[in-house]
C-alpha cells in the first residue's frame, strides 16, 4: 500500500500537500486542471522533489531517505523516455543494469516483456524510427522489466491519438493482472480509464481534493470542475 | 504576347557576386607580366600549407579540449559569479582579432605580464611568442569560449526527462557521459571543428603580427605578401585559387553535413545533474576552471588596462579613424544586410512559390562561399579592374565596405532568411489572394517580421566590420586609417600602452553593437 500523509512542498509562488493512499496492487487514475500539482506528486513520489515535512510510505517502507535509484519505483514521461543513441533492447535494458551488461536471462526477460508489449522484433531498432506509440510501449515495457513494484506513469500517452491512447491504457491494464504491480497514472481525459482503473483522484491547487472509486469522483460535485480542467488543456 | 520581365533582384545579387568574384580571378589571372606557373611556386606553398594545416589542426584540438571542459565544469557546478563567465563566454565571441594580437603582446610578449613575473622571480632569459606558441595561444583565446558556448546550448537541450532517468536508474558519473553528454558532443563536434579549423585555416592578423617569419605564414598571409611586398598578381591569383579550392570544400561539406537549426536562447535545465556530487568530477572541474581562469581571465582582463592610458590617444588622428571606422562598418553593414535581404527573399520564392527546393538550396550555399573567398585575391583583382575605369586612389574606399559588406552577408542572412521563410507559409496565401506583391509585399506583409532581426544582421554585420584587420592592412596609411589600423601600427612601434587603449575602445564598440545585436534577436522570441 501507498501511503501518503500530509506532504508539504513550498515555492515562491506554489505550496503543495499531498495525503494520498493506493491499495496494493491498485490502478489509480491522478486528473486534474494543468499545473494543478499532478506531475509534482508524482517526482515526488519518485524522489525528484522532497518534501519538506509529510511521510511518505510504500508496503510499510519509508521512502523519503531514499535516493531515486534506491525507490521500488518505476517512472514513464509523457516524452523523450528513450535514449536516441540506444536501441530498443538497451533502452529497456537501463531498467535492470544501467551498464547495460545484461546475462542471457535478462536478456530473454527483455524479449518477452518486448513481445507482451506488442514490440516483437523491434529489438535493434533506434528510437528516431519508431512512431510516438511504439516508443511509449518500449518505456512501459523498461517499467515492466525493472521489477519494481510501483509504477508511475506521467501523461503517458497524452500525445497520442484518441484510439491508440485507449489501446495503451488496455494494454497497462491487462499488464498489471499478470504481476502484482501498484500504478499511479497521470491522464488528461478521464472517460478514458474510468472503466480500468480502481480509483481515481482529483488532483488541483497542490491538493488531493478527491479520491474514490472512478465512478464516484465523476458523479459527483466536482464533475463541472473536471470537465472545465479537462477542456481547458 | 511577349513581355519583358525583370528578374528577381535576388537573381541579379546572385550573378553579381559570382561576376565580382570570377571578374577579380579574371583580371588577376590575365594581368600581364611573368605570370608564374603553380610549378615554380611548388615548394614555397608546400611550405605554407603545411604550417596552415598544422597550426589550424592544433588550435581546433587545444580549443575543442579546453571548450569542453569548461561547458562541462560550468553545467555542473555553481559558484558566485558563474553568470558573469557565462556573459563573458558569450562576448569573447564578437573579440576582434586584432585585439587577440593586442592581448597576446600584453600578457606574454617581451615586456608582457609573465615576462615581468617571471623576471622579478629571478628568471633570467626573455620568452619568445612568435611563431606556433603566440598563434595558438591568440586562436584557443578566441575559439575555446565560443566551444564553451555551444557545448553548453547543446547541454541545456538535453531533455529534462533524460536527467530523472539518469538520476532513477542510478547513472555512474561514466554512464552519463556515456549516454547523455557524449551523444549530444558526438552529433555536434564535427560541425564545430570543422567550423574552427577552417576559421584558423584562414587566420590572417593573428598570423601576419605573431608569425615572425616567412615560413610561419597561412595561404591568407601568404597572398597579402605577394601583393604587397611582391606586386606579383599572377602568384596571388594561384594562392587565391587553391586557397579557395580548399575553403570551398570546407564550406560545402560543413554546409551539406552538418548544418543544424541555430542555437536558440535556451534556459539552464532545473534539473541537477545527479553526477555534481562525484568527488573525482569535482577535483576535475576544478582544475578545468582553473586552468581556463588562468589562461582566458589575463588576456582578457588585459585589455581593460587601457582605461588609464586613454587620455594618451585622445589626438585628432585617433578621433579621425574612429569616424573613418565607423563609416566603413556602416556602409558595409548596409551592403550585407541588402545583399542578404535580396538573397533570402529569392530562395524563399523559389522554396515556397516555385517549388524549387534544388534553386533555393543554392541561395541558401551562396553566402557561405563568401567566407571561402580569399578577400585579399578578390580585393586585388577588382582593384586591377578598378583602376582601369576611374582614379585608383580611392579604390581604398569603395573596396573596404564593400569586401567587409560581403563577407559579413552570410551572418545577416542568418538572421534574416528564417524568418522570411516563415511570414511566408503563414501570410503567403492570403498575400497571393489579396494581390499584394513585390514592393507591397515587402512593406505590408515582410516588414513588421523582418525589422528586429534585421536590425539585429546589420548591428552584428557592423560589430564584425568595425574590429575586421583584413584588407585595410594593404589600404592602410596616412590617408586612410582605421581603428584596427592603428592598433596594428601602434603594436608594431611596440606602443603597448597607446595600443592598450585603442585595443579598449574597438572592443568596447564591437561588444556593445554584438550586445545590440543579441538583444534584438532575442527579443522577438
Redesign the interface.
Given at each position: 500500500m501507498l501511503v501518503i500523509e500530509n506532504c508539504r512542498l513550498t515555492w515562491s509562488d506554489f505550496v503543495a500537500d499531498y495525503s494520498l493512499t493506493v491499495k496494493a496492487g491498485h490502478l489509480c487514475a491522478v486528473i486534474g486542471p494543468s499545473g494543478g500539482g499532478k506531475t509534482t506528486l508524482l517526482?515526488m513520489i519518485?524522489?525528484?522533489e522532497t518534501p519538506e515535512s509529510g511521510t511518505l510510505t510504500f508496503a510499510g517502507q519509508n521512502l523519503l531517505p531514499l535516493?531515486?535509484?534506491?525507490r521500488p519505483?518505476?517512472?514513464v514521461?509523457q516524452?523523450?523516455?528513450l535514449?536516441?543513441?540506444?536501441n530498443v533492447t538497451q533502452n529497456v535494458g537501463?531498467?535492470i543494469r544501467?551498464?547495460l551488461h545484461l546475462t542471457e536471462n535478462e536478456k530473454q526477460l527483455i524479449a518477452q516483456t518486448l513481445e507482451a508489449v506488442g514490440l516483437e522484433g523491434f529489438d535493434i531498432r533506434k528510437p528516431g524510427e519508431m512512431s510516438g506509440g511504439q516508443r511509449q510501449r518500449v518505456a512501459l515495457a523498461r517499467a515492466l522489466v525493472s521489477g519494481r513494484p510501483l509504477i508511475l506513469l506521467d501523461e503517458p500517452f497524452s500525445s497520442l491519438d484518441p484510439t491508440l491512447r485507449r489501446d495503451m491504457i488496455l494494454l497497462v491494464d491487462e499488464m498489471r493482472r499478470k504481476r502484482p504491480v501498484t500504478i499511479l497514472m497521470t491522464i488528461h481525459t478521464p472517460e478514458d480509464a474510468a472503466d480500468v482503473a480502481d480509483q481515481m483522484a482529483f488532483v488541483a491547487d497542490g491538493k488531493v481534493v478527491a479520491s474514490g472509486r472512478p465512478t464516484e469522483i465523476l458523479n459527483s460535485a466536482l464533475a463541472p470542475r473536471i470537465a472545465a480542467a479537462v477542456s481547458n488543456s | 504576347m511577349l513581355t519583358l520581365r525583370l528578374p528577381h533582384p535576388g537573381t541579379l545579387v546572385a550573378f553579381a557576386i559570382l561576376g565580382l568574384v570570377a571578374g577579380g580571378f579574371i583580371a588577376l589571372a590575365t594581368f600581364d607580366g611573368g605570370a608564374p606557373t603553380l610549378f615554380s611556386i611548388g615548394p614555397y606553398l608546400g611550405r605554407v600549407l603545411a604550417f596552415s594545416i598544422i597550426q589550424a589542426t592544433l588550435s581546433t584540438v587545444f580549443s575543442l579540449a579546453l571548450g569542453i571542459g569548461l561547458a562541462l565544469a560550468l553545467v555542473r557546478r555553481s559558484f558566485p559569479g558563474r553568470s558573469i563567465v557565462l556573459a563573458a563566454l558569450s562576448t569573447t565571441m564578437a573579440m576582434p582579432t586584432i585585439v587577440a594580437v593586442f592581448a597576446v603582446f600584453a600578457v606574454y610578449g617581451r615586456s608582457g605580464w609573465l615576462s615581468e613575473g617571471l623576471v622579478f622571480l629571478g628568471w633570467p632569459g626573455g620568452i619568445s611568442i612568435f611563431g606556433y606558441p603566440g598563434i595558438l595561444i591568440a586562436h584557443v583565446f578566441l575559439n575555446a569560449p565560443f566551444v564553451a558556448r555551444i557545448t553548453l546550448d547543446g547541454l541545456n537541450q538535453i531533455p529534462a526527462e533524460h536527467w530523472r532517468l539518469a538520476t532513477a536508474f542510478g547513472f555512474t558519473p561514466a554512464q552519463i557521459f556515456r549516454h547523455l553528454d557524449w551523444p549530444m558532443l558526438r552529433a555536434e563536434l564535427p560541425g564545430i571543428a570543422g567550423l574552427i579549423f577552417l576559421m584558423c585555416f584562414k587566420s590572417f592578423a593573428i598570423v601576419l603580427a605573431l608569425g615572425g617569419g616567412p615560413s610561419r605564414s597561412t595561404l591568407e598571409v601568404a597572398i597579402y605578401e605577394a601583393l604587397k611586398i611582391d606586386l606579383d598578381f599572377g602568384r596571388v591569383a594561384w594562392l587565391a585559387l587553391i586557397q579557395l579550392v580548399i575553403c570551398l570544400s570546407m564550406t560545402a561539406l560543413l554546409h551539406w553535413a552538418f548544418t543544424r537549426p541555430p542555437v536558440g536562447h535556451t534556459v539552464r535545465s532545473l534539473v541537477r545533474r545527479p553526477d555534481a556530487n562525484a568527488h573525482s568530477l569535482k577535483i576535475l572541474d576544478a582544475i578545468v576552471l582553473a586552468i581556463a581562469t588562468l589562461f582566458i581571465a589575463p588576456l582578457a582582463l588585459s585589455v581593460l588596462t587601457g582605461l588609464r592610458n586613454i587620455p594618451d590617444i585622445l589626438e585628432a588622428d585617433l578621433l579621425q579613424a574612429f569616424i573613418t571606422s565607423m563609416a566603413i562598418a556602416a556602409t558595409a553593414a548596409v551592403i550585407a544586410c541588402i545583399l542578404a535581404l535580396a538573397l533570402a527573399s529569392a530562395a524563399r520564392r523559389r522554396r515556397l512559390v516555385l517549388r524549387s527546393p534544388r534553386i533555393a538550396a543554392f541561395y541558401d550555399f551562396l553566402p557561405d562561399t563568401l567566407l571561402a573567398v580569399p578577400p585579399f585575391a578578390l580585393t586585388a583583382g577588382l582593384f586591377l579592374l578598378i583602376q582601369r575605369f576611374g582614379d585608383p586612389s580611392s579604390a581604398g574606399l569603395i573596396l573596404l565596405p564593400l569586401i567587409n559588406g560581403l563577407a559579413a552577408v552570410p551572418f545577416a542572412y542568418r538572421f534574416v532568411a528564417p524568418h522570411l521563410l516563415t511570414v511566408e507559409e503563414r501570410y503567403g496565401r492570403v498575400a497571393a489572394s489579396l494581390g499584394v506583391t513585390g514592393w507591397a509585399k515587402l512593406t505590408i506583409m515582410d516588414w513588421p517580421v523582418l525589422k528586429r532581426p534585421l536590425a539585429a544582421g546589420f548591428a552584428l554585420a557592423m560589430a564584425l566590420s568595425f574590429g575586421d584587420f583584413g584588407i585595410i592592412a594593404l589600404f592602410g596609411g596616412t590617408e586612410l586609417v582605421t581603428l584596427p589600423y592603428l592598433l596594428y601600427e601602434r603594436l608594431g612601434a611596440y606602443r603597448l600602452d597607446e595600443a592598450s587603449a585603442i585595443g579598449l575602445v574597438i572592443v568596447l564598440v564591437a561588444f556593445l553593437l554584438a550586445h545590440v545585436s543579441g538583444r534584438l534577436s532575442h527579443a522577438g522570441h
Open positions: 517526482h519518485a524522489g525528484f535516493a531515486p535509484a534506491k519505483v518505476a517512472i514521461f516524452d523523450h523516455n535514449f536516441p543513441h540506444l537501463l531498467g544501467p551498464s | -
